[in-house]
């Protein structure tokens, strides 16, 4: 019960600091443009980023906190769920719709214990509906996700992490 006291009390935090970084107003990076597509919708995502502990390649002895997944809900204008954000990375629409993304551009958070924030061009690997014609999708206005601060060493080796955080996706069609 503890355990779920905190957690609900971590998510609470993320979502009001999510808030406050999208009132600051924060300007998009120009390096972040999807220069010529049309905004075709915005969703907001609440989840986690998945780390593990993993040996470093080349160092045997030494061991670091590896990237694996995010793993997040999509939530629509009105709050509703739209989809899913996983591997991939994909994003998936509740009517089976689905894109898999690339990064093309990154630029660091203006949040310093945040993930940054990215551009990434998208194709359809599912089938017709809500997210089939999107190209590019924006990963804005994130909050948390960062890697454990606590030490990885050779001791938890496999060990996963999973890390809140919150970012808005914007989809673009060209």
């Not at 995502?45 to 593990?52: D, L």
């Not at 890697?147 to 919150?166: F, H, I, K, N, Q």
Request: glycine share 10%.
């Amino acid at each position: 019960m503890e355990r779920m006291t905190r957690v609900l009390l971590a998510t609470s935090v993320l979502l009001l600091a999510a808030c406050a970084a999208r009132l600051t107003g924060t300007p998009v990076p120009a390096a972040l443009d999807p220069a010529g597509q049309r905004l075709s919708e915005r969703v907001a995502a609440k989840g986690v980023q998945i780390y593990e502990c993993r040996a470093k390649p080349g160092a045997p002895d030494a061991a670091q906190w590896v990237f694996v997944a995010p793993e997040a809900e999509l939530l629509d204008a009105r709050g509703s769920i739209a989809g899913t954000h996983y591997a991939g990375p994909h994003w998936e629409s509740r009517d089976g719709s689905k894109i898999v993304g690339s990064v093309t551009a990154r630029a660091d958070a203006p949040r310093s214990d945040s993930i940054p924030w990215l551009l990434l061009s998208t194709r359809s690997v599912g089938g017709p509906g809500r997210f089939a014609n999107v190209t590019a999708v924006q990963r804005i206005h994130t909050v948390g996700g960062l890697a454990p601060s606590r030490p990885c060493d050779g001791s938890m080796l496999g060990v996963t992490e999973r890390v809140p955080y919150t970012a808005d996706y914007l989809l673009y069609a060209s």
